[in-house]
T-cell receptor, first 112, second 111 residues
Framework: DGGITQSPKYLFRKEGQNVTLSCEQN?????MYWYRQDPGQGLRLIYY???????QKGDIAEGYSVSREKKESFPLTVTSAQKNPTAFYLC???????????FGSGTRLTVV | GQQVMQIPQYQHVQEGEDFTTYCNSS?????IQWYKQRPGGHPVFLIQ?????EVKKQKRLTFQFGEAKKNSSLHITATQTTDVGTYFC???????????FGTGTRLKVLA
């Protein structure tokens, strides 16, 4: 079955450490996205990529980095520069004709 | 910048009552999408509306796109406990695949 896989589901890290969240899709979608969701809040865009080897900052990119070396993969690194990294991180993808996003099941990151 | 607002933020209804959430954009939209996120889950795409004044139905859910293409609504008839969750609308930004998500409406259904 096609879909988006995010791993791990839960992640705990110590303050000051960088951490990379995985996102893989087998839907052959061109565009991929990373969103952050805080408890009871909406979705805020971190980074997005429309094609391989190209990506753009979203609304809250500071303290995060991404890469898009393959169409299927769009990993997100949460760096030590991110002041408040504890959140629910959602990866999504969409085809070029904008027929709705498909979201992964998310990664809950807790920094202690 | 472009903003997408939803009202109400929260809604508690008795099972069997109707529910409506409204979505308003600061700019004209080429289309609008609706998503549902169950508690603890991830958003799931429900529908996309493209035409001015368009109305689409999915069983007990009715989606409407405003004539001016700046607002939209989702109406649920006779809510059930399975309708619990947060409903988001999303509108595209010009020239990109990027969608701006609304603030969401959290629905709680009391049995």
């Amino acid at each position: 079955d096609g879909g988006i896989t995010q791993s791990p589901k839960y992640l705990f890290r110590k303050e000051g450490q960088n951490v990379t969240l995985s996102c893989e899709q087998n839907l052959n979608h061109d565009a991929m996205y990373w969103y952050r969701q805080d408890p009871g809040q909406g979705l805020r865009l971190i980074y997005y990529s429309q094609i391989v080897n190209d990506f753009q900052k979203g609304d809250i990119a500071e303290g995060y980095s991404v890469s898009r070396e393959k169409k299927e993969s769009f990993p997100l690194t949460v760096t030590s520069a991110q002041k408040n990294p504890t959140a629910f991180y959602l990866c999504a993808s969409s085809p070029w004709d904008r027929d709705g996003y498909t979201f992964g099941s998310g990664t809950r990151l807790t920094v202690v | 910048g472009q903003q997408v607002m939803q009202i109400p933020q929260y809604q508690h209804v008795q099972e069997g009552e109707d529910f409506t959430t409204y979505c308003n954009s600061s700019t004209t939209l080429s289309n609008i999408q609706w998503y549902k996120q169950r508690p603890g889950g991830h958003p799931v795409f429900l529908i996309q509306l493209v035409k001015s004044g368009e109305v689409k139905k999915q069983k007990r859910l009715t989606f409407q796109f405003g004539e001016a293409k700046k607002n939209s609504s989702l109406h649920i008839t006779a809510t059930q406990t399975t309708d619990v969750g947060t409903y988001f609308c999303a509108g595209p930004t010009s020239g990109t695949y990027k969608y701006i998500f609304g603030t969401g409406t959290r629905l709680k259904v009391l049995a």
